[in-house]
């Protein structure tokens, strides 16, 4: 069981509403029926997540010392502890970043012989008043689905589908569409999870338009200073994998990357879309989530020397290929990729896309 604390329930648990300070409080319930210990895994739930006397630390007065150590015990009491004895049900709060209208939590607990994942989504109180609410996606009628069973045949979909992005009257290009995601919501979201992506969608996001409509999901990859370093725009294709949905992919990064002021205006995609592909597949087989990888054509190359140019302005050049992503819910290490024999991306020398006189 598990539930994500409204206001109204932080001041009630922890005499302070703990939201106003950036702090999103989940209340976890975890039963062990296996024969051995286990023990959640903070990170997986999120990677910055918050210590519990972190949060105390925020709520003390100054010169009041025993009123300080008093919430420094109430707030570690209530925090989930380890282990999860064999037949115990254990409870408490994690604390985490904010998520908005609906929250989707990793539980990774770790046993002696592996692990044991699985994903939530949990409503937000405060933004959305039905708990069971899950994920605000396009969910395209049956009827306008191909459920694809060979891979083959599944890569010559996808390098049908729109190379690029479009503006609201579907006359000019935006930004490539240069990823694919394979694989059910959970494990998608997981692996985005553990490797730091967040929700926050943006106003400049709504003007790329795929399939006539803006972005299903936007997800961004924060740096230290809380500027945007990379993002990812999703929208649900017409398509599916042996019944997995798929996800066609925009990732990017600004101009500036992480040295971006936070909220800064006027952010423009950096030119070189290819780095930004690759270290978000790099992120992806670190995440213990990535079942499968391939490259294919249908973005379409374009040089250095002759970039291609959006409607917003941005010039870019690409070598042209698309990332696909089979995502899994299983823990996964790096040598359990498979690599499909697609087109050749490990064949391609990085110099002869940054380099015109490469030989």
């Given amino acids: 069981m598990a539930a994500v604390l409204s206001a109204e329930d932080s001041r009630r648990m922890f005499g302070a509403d703990v939201n106003s300070i950036g702090v999103q409080s989940v209340w976890i319930e975890l039963r062990n029926q296996t024969p051995e210990p286990l023990w959640l895994l903070r990170p997986g739930s999120d990677p910055d997540y918050f210590s519990p006397l972190e949060v105390a630390w925020s709520l003390h007065a100054p010169l009041a010392r025993e009123t300080n150590a008093r919430i420094d015990d109430l707030f570690d009491k209530l925090s989930f502890k380890n282990p999860i004895l064999p037949g ?105 999870v553990r490797r730091s992506y967040r929700r926050g969608a ?16 936007v997800l961004r990859k924060q740096a230290k200073t809380g500027a945007s370093s990379a993002w990812m725009r999703l929208w649900r294709a017409p398509l599916r994998f042996e019944g997995s949905p798929v ?3 925009q ?54 020397t002759q970039p291609r140019t959006t409607f917003s302005g941005a010039r870019y050049h690409t070598d042209g290929l698309r990332a696909v992503l089979f995502l899994a819910t299983r823990p996964l290490s790096l040598s359990d990729v498979e690599f499909l024999d697609w087109a050749p991306y490990l064949e391609v020398h990085e110099p002869t896309a940054r380099n015109e006189n490469h030989p």
């Fill in 88 to 192: 115990e049900t254990r409870a408490g709060v994690l604390f985490t970043n904010p998520e908005r209208r609906t929250r989707l939590l990793n539980i990774d607990l770790l046993q002696s012989q592996g692990l044991i994942p699985f994903s939530l989504f949990l409503g937000v109180p405060d933004d959305n008043p039905d708990p069971r609410s899950g994920p605000d996606l396009f969910d395209p009628a049956d009827a306008d689905i191909i459920d694809y069973k060979d891979l083959a045949a599944l890569r010559a979909a996808l390098e049908r589908l729109p190379c690029c992005a479009s503006d609201a009257p579907g006359t000019a290009r935006g930004d490539p569409l240069n990823a694919v995601f394979v694989g059910e919501l959970p494990a998608i979201g997981a692996a985005l």
């Fill in 202 to 217: 943006q106003a400049v996001d709504a003007a790329q338009q795929v399939f006539g409509r803006g972005p299903d999901a």
């Fill in 247 to 249: 996800f066609l992919v």
């Fill in 251 to 304: 990732v990017g990064r600004p101009v500036g990357g992480r040295f971006v002021p936070r909220g800064a205006a006027g952010i423009v995609l950096h030119e070189d879309v290819d780095e930004a592909r690759n270290l978000m597949v790099q992120d992806m087989m670190y995440s213990g989530g990535l079942n499968k990888l391939g490259f294919a054509t249908g973005v379409g190359p374009a040089s250095p």
